[in-house]
T-cell receptor, first 118, second 114 residues
């Protein structure tokens, strides 16, 4: 069964709206979660690493004020796309690894969120 | 330089046949992990198989096996007895050292023909 839950799965909203996406680890603690963006037919682009209890680490070129990340607990990270515009339309997907990890532990992914800004 | 390279944007395979998806990687670390994920059209990322840099044997998981050639820095995924449900995007990924960050390749779209 799913170990990471992402909500909502699809969002359609007007330009200028802020959108919050939740990523929850189920039945395990995740001190670190990851947020990716994926354009059609392309690979996953890491946006930021979400660290529980501290500030997120953003990849180069990702606007911190645009994509707000909050990792308030060991099981929940949120990504807020502030004042979204059509160019923010994309597939956003989160992942997490177990807190106590062996090297073989994969990242477990949520089902993703399709964001469409009109 | 790219950490993960997948040179096959698209592949076709006949149902019930085997197919190999290529992946090469670039790292100077001695300790690293290699992963393969499947992404169907619905979007979710499904973990398939893992190979550690110190593993002497090739990893296998059911119909999936990983052809690990360390000297060549390649970690090709072999799918045996292809099924229609195997049609999807496949991503190779690498984790270096003890870091959590994964590097993903550009993906290979596999189409299984009936």
């Amino acid at each position: 069964g799913a170990v990471v839950s992402q909500h909502p799965s699809r969002v359609i909203c007007k330009s200028g709206t802020s959108v919050k996406i939740e990523c929850r680890s189920l039945d395990f603690q995740a001190t670190t979660m990851f947020w990716y963006r994926q354009f059609p037919k392309q690979s996953l682009m890491l946006m930021a690493t979400s660290n529980e209890g501290s500030k997120a680490t953003y990849e180069q070129g990702v606007e911190k004020d645009k994509f707000l990340i909050n990792h308030a607990s060991l099981t929940l990270s949120t990504l807020t796309v502030t004042s979204a515009h059509p160019e923010d339309s994309s597939f956003y997907i989160c992942s997490a690894r177990w807190k106590t990890t062996g090297k073989s532990q994969p990242q477990h992914f949520g089902d993703g969120t399709r964001l469409s800004i009109l | 330089a790219q950490k993960i390279t997948q040179t096959q944007p698209g592949m076709f395979v006949q149902e019930k046949e085997a197919v190999t998806l290529d992946c090469t990687y670039d790292t100077s670390d001695q300790s690293y992990g290699l992963f393969w994920y499947k992404q169907p059209s619905s979007g979710e990322m499904i973990f398939l198989i893992y190979q550690g840099s110190y593993d002497e044997q090739n990893a296998t998981e059911g119909r999936y096996s990983l052809n690990f050639q360390k000297a060549r820095k390649s970690a090709n995924l072999v799918i045996s007895a292809s099924q229609l449900g195997d049609s999807a995007m496949y991503f190779c990924a690498m984790r270096e050292g003890n870091f959590n960050k994964f590097y993903f390749g550009s993906g290979t779209k596999l189409n299984v023909k009936p």
